[in-house]
């Protein structure tokens, strides 16, 4: 479909159905049912199958008219595009609506205290007993698990079998006595994170995602969406309009409550859009050493952006290139972010270094500088994508092993 066919279907749909005075469940139902709270999604599950630019259009149209999208969001999504990938019908069926209606919210349970970056070293055990999974083990650095009803589980199945082999994928219900959620608070003063204990926790049998053993192939498709940047969430601050209506204010509750664990998000990103008013503010800019930092940043965002957005529309058109895109666009995020907080220290000198609301933009520039490490590891490590781009893309010999064989007889961090 062309732009502007995009444009004028999405407008007329949009001018036929959008009321500001309906539930928010009874709107994101009529979404669904239209096509619309996913259009990215495939046309035999909730979408129309549209690529970057048509979602684009459509984005403009929603934010025109002030209406409210899907509750897509965060972990949410990872859940979603997974089960999308390798759920059966019967999985899509039960889980994929009331994750796009907001009725449902999920967290990834996958580091664990001696597997982060080996994330095949898991040792979650699962064990089939009466049909069903029973699951005990811990794992942590779960975001958003204290306000999640269902967690997407990597656990080990089999533990004869070599480390990748023996995981299994799980959609687990994060409400039942088993489970217990544990917060952790971080070095900037939020809470994002939980630890997860779980202990017999019980899994049906159909909760199982692609089948036994085949855990490790799962989880690389709901890796690979989280560095394409998946996992962040929505910003309603685009909408339109005059914002009246019942709907607006649960919309505003749900987003409050979603996106408390992610307030700091923008600051770990290193608020590159801080950094030019606030050269021209302290007159920094008159500075040609932090100017040139300045152009040294900008140019790296402006090339990242560019290129991710290339890589997202060549994915869509199916071309089948061995280049992990979602690495080398995370591994440039972190680079532009620590040349962020590298300019905003020029910029700030030690005032960088106070928070409150008397310190530089109310103490946004010191939480990004306590913020910005966090993007080196989220979602896989520097390290850890260099290590990919560096096998995958430049064929170079790989890493030195001694965790092969039975996952039982490897010697791991306890
Ligand atoms: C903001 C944020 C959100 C997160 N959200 C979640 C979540 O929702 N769910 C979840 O399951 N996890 C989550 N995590 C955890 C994250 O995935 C892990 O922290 C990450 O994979 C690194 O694991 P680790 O912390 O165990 O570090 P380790 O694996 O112990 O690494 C320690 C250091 O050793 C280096 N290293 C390790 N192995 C190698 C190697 N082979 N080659 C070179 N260097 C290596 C690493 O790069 C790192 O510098 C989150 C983390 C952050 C920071």
Redesign the pocket.
Known sequence: MKADEVRREVEAWLDAHWSPDRTLLEWRNILVDGGWAAPHWPTDWYGKGFDPVQMAIVRAAFAKKGAVGAAQSG?SGLAAETILTHGSGDQKQRYLRSILTGENAW?????EPG?????AGSSTKAESIDGQWIVSGQ??????AHHADYGILLARSNFDLPKHQGLSYYLINMRQPGVEVRPLKQMNGHA??NEVFMTNAVVAAEDLIGGEGNGWAVAATTLSFERRGFSSTKDSSSLQGPRVGQIYDEFDTEMKIANEPYTWYPQ?QGRVDLVIPRAKATGAIKDPAVRQEIAKLISMHKASALASAAAESRRKSGTNEVIPAGSIGKLAASVIARQASHVHTMISGADAMRSGTQSAESGMIAETLISTP?IS????????QR?IISERVLGMPK?MRADTGPFRGIKRNE
């Open positions: 972990p967290c990834q349970l996958f580091s597997s982060g970056s080996d994330l794992k942590v650095w779960n975001t958003s994002s994170f770990r966090a590891i989220a979602g896989g490590t520097d390290e850890i290590n890493e």
